[in-house]
């Protein structure tokens, strides 16, 4: 019987974090034949990742370029695609989360009548441009999947209520969970010398990051003014904050907090890196949808920098909380897990709702039950089992 082949196609950071855990188990799975494929949507940030998790791509298309907007992305990525299925006719196409790489991937597959299996699928915050462009790039990847790996039960749910076939979704846990396993080492040592330089025993780290395109402009400064109060607030508090690549990030950010004398502005970290720091920080505030999954993990409080969440679990099993980006908003959720220990703790020992590090191999066995080679579908994720 013949391998199930199986391409991935990945193209951003985020995207290749949480896929790394699966291409290896998917290469390790002599039933299937597992072909990566890089859409390259960033570039710099997407090849550290790469060559942290030890992953060699079959293509690379390369398509990123300075100052690069959605339609150039998508029509680089649906051309690039278009060839290298045309040539390789896999059996499934796997795409993760909501990028625009992970639409077009999907797009590419449906013309070519391959079919698509959504990772991280039924995430929904009912707002069509919150997160933009995000939201609407996740609706279109379920119309078209036939595989649906929904992280939770509420992801189902979403999913169900769509009127998609219960018997195409499977609950897997997020990926991001199972990367962790990998990454997180209790005697890891910073390569960056200016984090071997920050005092952790000393003081309370607040650990920043924060780049969305809706807070983009005024919400960003309001952000970056929240940080400056709550450093003047808690004189116990040291602010680290690796900072996006996108110059609007930058530009704002550099500007308003630099100069602090208990700030450290770092450029993008690796994997190992961040979720390393992420296990040291006393407090989380961020936009990444990522990091909302993966602090729980950690026994990390999340402020969400956002009006909206597509991942609820976490507001509901108490692991994180709705700043939005207004600065007193921000400041007040903050001041408040920073000066009463008793609220920290209750978020801190929260139960994580996003995984229990297995999500890969469900998957994997999802793609086995689904081409029958297994005779079974996987046990659903279950937050506390």
Same mark, same amino acid.
């Given at each position: 019987?013949?391998?199930?082949?199986?391409?991935?196609?990945?193209?951003?950071?985020?995207?290749?974090?949480?896929?790394?855990?699966?291409?290896?188990?998917?290469?390790?799975?002599?039933?299937?034949?597992?072909?990566?494929?890089?859409?390259?949507? @960033?570039?710099?940030?997407?090849?550290?990742?790469? %060559?942290?998790?030890?992953?060699?791509?079959?293509?690379?298309?390369?398509?990123?370029?300075?100052? !690069?907007?959605?339609?150039?992305?998508?029509?680089?990525?649906?051309?690039?695609?278009?060839?290298?299925?045309?040539?390789?006719?896999?059996?499934?196409?796997?795409?993760?989360?909501?990028?625009?790489?992970?639409?077009?991937? %999907?797009?590419?597959?449906?013309?070519?009548?391959?079919?698509?299996? @959504?990772?991280?699928?039924?995430?929904?915050?009912?707002?069509?441009?919150?997160?933009?462009?995000?939201?609407?790039?996740?609706?279109?990847?379920?119309?078209?999947?036939?595989?649906?790996?929904?992280?939770? =039960?509420?992801?189902?749910?979403?999913?169900?209520?769509?009127?998609?076939?219960?018997?195409?979704?499977?609950?897997?846990?997020?990926?991001?969970?199972?990367?962790? !396993?990998?990454?997180?080492?209790?005697?890891?040592?910073?390569? #960056?010398?200016?984090?071997?330089?920050?005092?952790?025993?000393?003081?309370?780290?607040?650990?920043?990051?924060?780049?969305?395109?809706?807070?983009?402009?005024?919400?960003?400064? %309001?952000?970056?003014?929240?940080?400056?109060?709550?450093?003047?607030?808690?004189?116990?508090?040291?602010?680290?904050?690796?900072?996006?690549?996108?110059?609007?990030?930058?530009?704002?950010?550099?500007?308003?907090?630099? =100069?602090?004398?208990?700030?450290?502005?770092?450029?993008?970290? =690796?994997?190992?890196?961040?979720?390393?720091?992420?296990?040291?920080? @006393?407090?989380?505030?961020?936009?990444?949808?990522?990091?909302?999954?993966?602090?729980? %993990?950690?026994?990390?409080?999340?402020?969400?920098?956002?009006?909206?969440?597509?991942?609820?679990?976490?507001?509901?099993?108490?692991?994180?909380?709705?700043?939005?980006?207004?600065?007193?908003?921000?400041?007040?959720?903050?001041?408040?897990?920073?000066?009463?220990?008793?609220?920290?703790?209750?978020?801190?020992?929260?139960?994580?709702?996003?995984? #229990?590090?297995?999500?890969?191999?469900?998957?994997? !066995?999802?793609?086995?039950? @689904?081409?029958?080679?297994?005779?079974?579908?996987?046990?659903?994720?279950?937050?506390?089992?």
């Amino acid at each position: 019987m013949s391998s199930i082949k199986v391409m991935s196609i990945v193209g951003t950071r985020p995207e290749a974090i949480k896929m790394a855990p699966l291409i290896r188990i998917l290469q390790e799975t002599g039933e299937i034949k597992s072909v990566l494929c890089l859409t390259a949507q @960033h570039r710099e940030m997407l090849d550290q990742v790469l %060559s942290l998790f030890k992953l060699d791509p079959d293509y690379d298309l390369d398509i990123m370029k300075e100052a !690069q907007s959605l339609t150039h992305i998508t029509v680089r990525a649906l051309e690039g695609l278009d060839k290298v299925l045309q040539k390789e006719k896999p059996d499934l196409v796997l795409v993760q989360g909501d990028t625009t790489t992970t639409m077009a991937g %999907s797009l590419a597959a449906f013309y070519q009548k391959i079919a698509v299996g @959504h990772i991280e699928a039924g995430l929904r915050t009912g707002e069509r441009y919150a997160p933009f462009p995000e939201e609407i790039n996740r609706r279109l990847n379920s119309v078209i999947a036939q595989l649906h790996f929904a992280p939770t =039960d509420l992801a189902r749910e979403n999913l169900l209520r769509e009127g998609f076939d219960p018997n195409t979704i499977f609950v897997t846990g997020n990926t991001v969970i199972d990367a962790l !396993q990998t990454t997180i080492q209790p005697k890891f040592s910073f390569s #960056d010398p200016l984090l071997q330089k920050v005092d952790f025993s000393r003081y309370r780290i607040l650990l920043v990051e924060a780049h969305r395109r809706e807070n983009l402009g005024e919400p960003m400064e %309001s952000i970056a003014l929240a940080l400056r109060d709550l450093l003047e607030t808690f004189p116990d508090t040291f602010l680290v904050f690796p900072v996006h690549k996108n110059p609007q990030v930058r530009k704002v950010v550099f500007r308003l907090l630099q =100069d602090h004398p208990r700030v450290l502005l770092l450029e993008p970290l =690796d994997p190992f890196s961040f979720h390393n720091l992420m296990a040291r920080a @006393h407090l989380i505030l961020t936009d990444s949808g990522g990091i909302q999954e993966e602090a729980p %993990s950690l026994g990390r409080p999340v402020l969400v920098l956002r009006r909206v969440t597509e991942r609820p679990e976490a507001l509901e099993a108490g692991t994180a909380l709705l700043a939005g980006t207004k600065r007193e908003e921000i400041v007040a959720l903050a001041g408040g897990l920073l000066g009463d220990e008793t609220a920290y703790q209750a978020m801190a020992h929260a139960t994580n709702p996003y995984g #229990d590090g297995q999500a890969s191999r469900r998957i994997c !066995q999802a793609i086995l039950y @689904h081409f029958g080679r297994r005779p079974s579908p996987p046990e659903p994720f279950e937050p506390g089992k």
